[in-house]
């Protein structure tokens, strides 16, 4: 679970900016999945994707906001146009074809000033 | 959709002593129950996990224990100790589709 990265850790913009949140699955991991946080809350499943293909977006606010996972490179979160209701803290899981575990990354510290 | 629930919000307790905690959840179809441990500030770390094929599953200090009827699951802790003292997250999922349903966590504070 250590294997996967995100970055930045911390993520500061203005309303109006757009925020682009970095995932490093676990080599070999094929499925990711973007969760958030707000302070003192559980996590919110937002999207999850495998190379290519999103699965289920069905958490993700359809304006403002999207996901990719190309075939190289990481995952993207990115927020366009950022409000103050979208300081969280944004994480990254992934897990192998074929199980269900789900290992997690340092996640991402949004604030919008 | 899935819901769960989870009880209680934050429970203190003295070292040594046990410590459970409850979650429900509503979709009958969920079969895939983990535990997760998060640190302050940190991200959270899978600490157990159980399949609805058994009953009870144990690791050391942690076991947790499924009734499916019930549709309830819970995580002891036995012997505590202060580097316990974290938010717990219980989730449940359904096998093959893999998204996570999350309580909204357990502050546990073990105190010297």
């Known amino acids: 679970n250590a294997g996967v990265m995100q970055n930045p850790r911390h993520l500061v913009r203005r309303r109006g900016q757009e925020a682009r949140l970095r995932c490093s699955p676990v080599?070999?991991?094929?499925?990711v999945y973007w969760y958030r946080q707000l302070p003192e809350e559980g996590l919110k499943f937002m999207v999850y994707?495998?190379?290519?293909?999103?699965?289920?977006e069905s958490g993700m606010p359809k304006e403002r906001f999207s996901a990719e996972f190309p075939k190289e490179g990481p995952s993207i979160l990115r927020i366009q146009q950022v409000v103050r209701g979208d300081s969280a803290a944004y994480f990254c899981?992934?897990?192998?074809?074929?199980?269900?575990?789900?290992?997690f990354g340092p996640g991402t510290r949004l604030t919008v000033l | 959709g899935e819901n769960v629930e989870q009880h209680p919000s934050t429970l203190s307790v003295q070292e040594g002593d046990s410590a459970v905690i409850k979650c429900t959840y509503s979709?009958?179809?969920?079969?895939?129950f983990p535990w997760y441990k998060q640190e302050l500030g940190k991200r959270p770390q899978l600490i157990i996990d159980?399949?609805?094929?058994?009953g009870e599953k144990k690791d050391q200090r942690i076991a947790v224990t499924l009734n499916k009827t019930a549709k309830h699951f819970s995580l002891h802790i036995t012997e505590t100790q202060p580097e316990d003292s974290a938010v717990y997250f219980c989730?449940?999922?359904?096998?093959?589709?893999?998204?996570?349903?999350f309580g909204k966590g357990t502050m546990l504070l073990v105190s010297p």
């Open positions: 159980i399949r609805s094929n058994v």
């Open positions: 994707l495998q190379k290519e293909n999103i699965i289920d």
């Open positions: 979709d009958s179809a969920s079969n895939y």
């Open positions: 899981a992934s897990s192998p074809p074929g199980t269900e575990e789900q290992f």
């Open positions: 989730a449940a999922s359904i096998s093959g589709y893999s998204t996570l349903t």
């Open positions: 080599k070999g991991h094929s499925h």
